[in-house]
């Protein structure tokens, strides 16, 4: 995933339900569970409607009424996420409020200008969700010195913004970066696209190759160096024949077209799968990246959970798909006459081996669900609200998918 994800969006000002829908946003980012609360309030909306300090808003409804009557207007509401993962979170010491409080202040005149809003006729509003694995920041910003603007919104202009709070925010690990690569960068206003761009990608890379780790052990056994617990490797191997036996005779192997039984026994061995400390880590991995891409795209709090019981479920069968690889490996090498000691050998073998690719697909997986979200996310994964805003895309294009 990069660094620093930006997102930014908009509804369409000439439609009926857009002062409706704005009104709900502000209420989900200032009220949905593991948002930061403000002080001695049951929200955590804060932001500037004048000059001067930020406030700390005493009641997320005043704020959200003005979105509404600004709506009214025709002024167009843009929405927009800034997003790290936990650990950059930390490293940034945005751990608290106050903090993202400071951040945004330095840094949404970025997203102002980038968008042709001059700061005295910018307002603003936000909100941090407090994530584990991604804590980010919801901001919701208007101009108020037009009533109409055309909405349209070019893609390089998200992309601009991305650059150069990643510009901003990490220029001092840039340049470091860059005396390591013996690039030129003397000073700050030296940092290039060019520069942004190689220090994402070393933080991708950095980012794999941490994610290797979780299933280095993994790795070791299947090249033999180390084995994994023999027991849980003979236990796996002895589900996986056992699954063999219930398997048809005949016929393609896959999950829709099995017995009632071989389907009961490959979904125990799903659950079994899912109990090893390594597995379940890079499970969970991708289910908190699939929903961490869908929250940035939709608000409804009730659709949310549903989704992420949806992408429990994809994960499960994508495990399910990988244990029934395993068992079309162990009819091959029937097929091909090996004797019983030689398939007795290979047992640990297959089922390490199964382990691994498993790992290694829902990390993939994930992965590609933080780098191209706007693959991952299809027609028919978006809430009711979601799908007519893809639909109208190419009419509106107002916001980066």
């Given at each position: 995933m990069s660094v620093l994800i930006y997102k930014q969006r908009h509804r369409h000002p000439?439609?009926?339900?857009?002062?409706?829908?704005?009104?709900?946003?502000?209420?989900?980012?200032?009220?949905?569970?593991?948002?930061?609360?403000?002080?001695?309030?049951?929200?955590?909306?804060?932001?500037?409607?004048?000059?001067?300090?930020?406030?700390?808003?005493?009641?997320?409804?005043?704020?959200?009424?003005?979105?509404?009557?600004?709506?009214?207007?025709?002024?167009?509401?843009?929405?927009?996420?800034?997003?790290?993962?936990?650990?950059?979170?930390?490293?940034?010491?945005?751990?608290?409020?106050?903090?993202?409080?400071?951040?945004?202040?330095?840094?949404?005149?970025?997203?102002?200008?980038?968008?042709?809003?001059?700061?005295?006729?910018?307002?603003?509003?936000?909100?941090?969700?407090?994530?584990?694995?991604?804590?980010?920041?919801?901001?919701?910003?208007?101009?108020?010195?037009?009533k109409v603007r055309n909405p349209f919104t070019p893609p390089q202009i998200p992309n601009a913004i991305r650059r150069q709070l990643i510009r901003d925010t990490f220029a001092a690990q840039i340049l470091a970066f860059a005396r390591q690569k013996s690039m030129a960068a003397k000073e700050l206003r030296q940092i290039t696209d060019t520069m942004v761009e190689q220090f994402e990608e070393e933080m991708r890379i950095?980012?794999?190759?941490?994610?290797?780790?979780?299933?280095?052990?993994?790795?070791?056994?299947?090249?033999?160096?180390?084995?994994?617990?023999?027991?849980?490797?003979?236990?796996?191997?002895?589900?996986?024949?056992?699954?063999?036996?219930?398997?048809?005779?005949?016929?393609?192997?896959?999950?829709?077209?099995?017995?009632?039984?071989?389907?009961?026994?490959?979904?125990?061995?799903?659950?079994?799968?899912?109990?090893?400390p390594e597995l379940r880590s890079v499970y969970q991995a991708y289910v908190e990246a699939r929903c961490h891409m869908t929250e940035l795209y939709a608000s409804d709090e009730t659709w949310l959970t549903e989704q992420r019981k949806a992408f429990e479920k994809e994960a499960d069968k994508m495990l399910a798909n990988r244990i029934l690889s395993g068992v079309r490996t162990i009819i091959r090498l029937e097929k091909e006459?090996?004797?019983?000691?030689?398939?007795?050998?290979?047992?640990?073998?297959?089922?390490?081996?199964?382990?691994?690719?498993?790992?290694d697909m829902l990390a993939q997986a994930a992965w590609n669900q933080e780098e191209m979200p706007d693959r991952q996310m299809t027609i028919g994964e978006l809430s009711k609200e979601a799908k007519k805003e893809l639909i109208l895309k190419k009419q509106d294009k107002g916001y980066e998918y």
């Open positions: 000439n439609r009926k339900d857009t002062p409706k829908a704005n009104y709900a946003h502000v209420r989900y980012i200032a009220t949905r569970p593991g948002v930061i609360k403000n002080a001695e309030c049951e929200h955590g909306l804060f932001g500037k409607l004048q000059p001067g300090d930020i406030t700390e808003f005493a009641d997320w409804r005043e704020v959200a009424k003005l979105v509404y009557t600004n709506s009214q207007k025709r002024i167009v509401m843009y929405r927009s996420v800034i997003s790290f993962s936990g650990e950059t979170a930390k490293e940034l010491r945005l751990t608290e409020q106050k903090s993202w409080q400071r951040y945004i202040e330095n840094h949404i005149m970025t997203i102002a200008e980038k968008n042709g809003i001059r700061r005295e006729t910018l307002q603003w509003a936000a909100a941090v969700h407090g994530e584990r694995a991604h804590p980010h920041m919801h901001v919701i910003f208007w101009d108020t010195s037009v950095r980012k794999l190759n941490g994610l290797k780790k979780v299933w280095k052990y993994a790795e070791r056994a299947v090249h033999g160096d180390e084995m994994p617990d023999r027991r849980l490797l003979m236990e796996l191997a002895d589900r996986l024949f056992v699954l063999r036996a219930s398997m048809p005779r005949q016929g393609r192997i896959a999950y829709q077209l099995l017995p009632a039984e071989a389907k009961l026994k490959t979904d125990e061995l799903v659950c079994f799968l899912k109990k090893i006459m090996h004797r019983e000691d030689y398939l007795s050998r290979k047992r640990e073998y297959i089922a390490s081996r199964m382990i691994l690719e498993a790992m």
